[in-house]
């Protein structure tokens, strides 16, 4: 099975940007689905983006649309969750997830087959 291991996250202010990646283990990586989802503290997870294996499909949450681009590289087997323009409101775990069905990635995310182990993200105001 697919792991997925995430990376960039950190502290930025208000305004700033971060780029997240997230390394898939196999090369079965492009026969799968890709999506992020953020917990933020006491609130349950949320959807943020997703991405169908060919680039066909493409969804963002309303709070980020405009703002985070979801792009994947499959010769490297990562995704990545560009985030402009950060808000204190985006302030939380960000986890990677993967699945062979698309629809997989929204919620309640029950059936989804693989999650990351999530980096922090923090936006100071």
């Known amino acids: 099975q697919v792991q997925l291991v995430e990376s960039g996250g950190g502290l930025v202010q208000a305004g700033g940007s971060l780029r997240l990646s997230c390394a898939a283990s196999?090369?079965?990586?492009?026969?799968?689905?890709m999506g992020w989802i953020r917990q933020a503290p006491g609130k349950e997870r949320e959807f943020v983006a997703a991405?169908?294996?060919?680039?066909?499909?493409?969804y963002y949450h309303d709070s980020v649309k405009g703002r985070f681009t979801i792009s994947r590289d499959n010769a490297k087997n990562t995704v990545y969750l560009q985030m402009d323009n950060l808000k204190p409101e985006d302030t939380a775990v960000y986890y990677c997830?993967?699945?062979?069905?698309?629809?997989?990635?929204?919620?309640?995310?029950?059936?989804?087959?693989?999650w990351g182990q999530g980096t922090l993200v923090t936006v100071s105001s």
């Open positions: 991405r169908s294996w060919d680039g066909r499909n493409m």
């Open positions: 196999e090369r079965t990586f492009s026969n799968y689905a």
């Open positions: 997830a993967a699945d062979r069905d698309y629809a997989d990635l929204f919620p309640p995310f029950v059936d989804l087959e693989v």
